[in-house]
């Protein structure tokens, strides 16, 4: 994948052709963005703005959720407070995973790095604590 997108939630076609949902929009002149219902839409009418491949992926999540839940065909304020929750949870998780999963593998592969240019314990030799503040 050029863009780097990897998900298969966020992908769409047959290989060798695969391309993912915010690149097969803008080739069709479309917005990469789209409006999520983080509850679903059956239990609230509320929308966020959010890339394409990460509103795929929400949508798959909420495919785990129990079809009652969002689905709430009775309108249930307890189910719509369920589903408020799960998609709330939900975002978390896509935030923690895509925005932050990347970082303690970066720190070890960097401390690695320093512990073999600097030595065992380079972070002292650059000025640093290992303490943590708090």
């Given amino acids: 994948m050029k863009c780097g997108e990897s998900d298969p939630s966020a992908l769409t076609g047959v290989a060798p052709e695969i391309i993912c949902y915010e690149c097969q ?3 069709s002149e479309r917005s990469p963005i789209e409006r999520h219902h983080p509850a679903g839409r059956n239990n609230d009418s509320f929308t966020i703005p959010i890339p394409g491949n990460y509103h795929r992926i929400l949508s798959d999540f909420q495919k785990d959720w ?50 073999e ?13 290992a303490e943590i503040p708090g």
């Fill in 66 to 115: 129990p079809s009652e839940t969002l689905g709430n065909p009775t309108g249930s304020p307890l189910r719509k407070a369920a589903a408020t929750m799960r998609g709330f949870l939900d975002t978390l998780k896509l935030l923690i995973e895509r925005v932050f999963g990347w970082i303690p593998d970066f720190l070890e592969s960097l401390n690695n790095t320093m512990t």
């Fill in 117 to 129: 240019h600097i030595g065992a314990i380079s972070w002292e030799k650059l000025g640093l604590s």
């Fill in 25 to 27: 929009a803008k080739a």
